[in-house]
């Protein structure tokens, strides 16, 4: 799923391709896609995007007249740029919107459709999709320290729930427990303050340094490669290579249809956490139906 550093740099891209520009049209490849009716997308057609904005891992356009287009890319939903007019692959392509210097194609590889689209009106109406999460890179240590120590969790729980904290998936979770040396099933009424201050930098350094790369790796183009499993992750998708600084295998929890990855040597004291309990443990702090997992994935 898309996170903080790979939505940023999607409306940093769309910032600079079409902002300002006026919608022609929008085409709608899935009938599962749109999740609303009322308002029409005919209203907002010949209507000026007069901004892009990021609610959790939300992108939304913000159009003239106060019309908000709420797009949700969910796990496997991606954005491209091409050429006016583009033809909407069969297989993969949900919808595109049309502007005059170049097509905004929205696709999913995936059988099972969960990105959504929502049309609404007005900012009273926006705030629905807002699921409350702290912005880590605007919030204070306190306001930090309050937010995680508000319900008792894991720590991977803790860092992917929207209501919690805005922005963070399960592949940036798993960089930010290893860079602050923390175990994903450490508690969070058991943490330390000096724990809790770590958690609060490796968070910012981890999404601030990722979105920077990816900065520079898309330069002047449109993101072409924003995925999960990234060649320069620490721990993320990377089971069973060895870390180098350690020395120790990277292990993983598999629970309810995700997966934890982490290193014993950095993370646990050299204990391995992949058994059936802990895999339970995990399974059991997190959302029991589809409806609440995307909760989470807000």
Not at 42 to 53: A, C, P, S, V
Not at 70 to 81: Q, S, T
Not at 97 to 119: M, P, Q, W, Y
Not at 277 to 286: H, P, T
Request: hydrophobic share 35%; charged share 25%; glycine share 8%.
């Amino acid at each position: 799923m898309p996170e903080y550093p790979d939505i940023t740099i999607y409306i940093e891209r769309l910032h600079h391709f079409i902002k300002g520009r006026q919608l022609q049209q929008i085409r709608i490849a899935s009938p599962f896609f749109l999740r609303t009716v009322d308002p029409p997308l005919e209203l907002i057609k010949d209507l000026t995007l007069e901004d892009i904005e990021r609610i959790g891992k939300r992108i939304v356009f913000v159009f003239s007249n106060e019309y908000f287009l709420v797009l949700h890319l969910m796990i496997r939903g991606r954005l491209h740029w091409h050429d006016a007019g583009y033809e909407i692959p069969k297989k993969r392509g949900l919808a595109t919107l049309d502007f005059c210097n170049g097509t905004l194609l929205i696709t999913e590889v995936s059988s099972k459709k969960r990105a959504s689209l929502h049309l609404v009106k007005g900012r009273e109406q926006l705030k629905s999709f807002d699921r409350g999460g702290l912005e880590m890179l605007e919030a204070s240590l306190k306001e930090f320290h309050k937010a995680i120590k508000a319900e008792n969790h894991t720590l991977k729980r803790t860092l992917t729930d929207p209501r919690i904290l805005s922005g963070i998936g399960n592949a940036y979770s798993d960089e930010i427990l290893h860079h602050a040396g923390l175990s994903p099933i450490l508690q969070t009424k058991n943490l330390t303050k000096a724990q809790i201050e770590q958690l609060y930098v490796s968070i910012r350094i981890i999404l601030t340094e990722r979105t920077q790369w990816m900065q520079e790796e898309v330069g002047e183009g449109f993101p072409q490669k924003v995925t999960a499993f990234r060649d320069d992750m620490t721990v993320h998708g990377r089971y069973g290579r060895p870390f180098p600084k350690c020395g120790a295998r990277v292990q993983r929890i598999r629970y309810s249809s995700n997966e934890t990855n982490y290193c014993p040597g950095c993370q646990t004291g050299g204990k391995l956490l992949a058994d059936r309990s802990l895999s339970r443990l995990l399974k059991q702090d997190w959302p029991r139906t589809p409806e609440e997992l995307g909760e989470l994935k807000g």
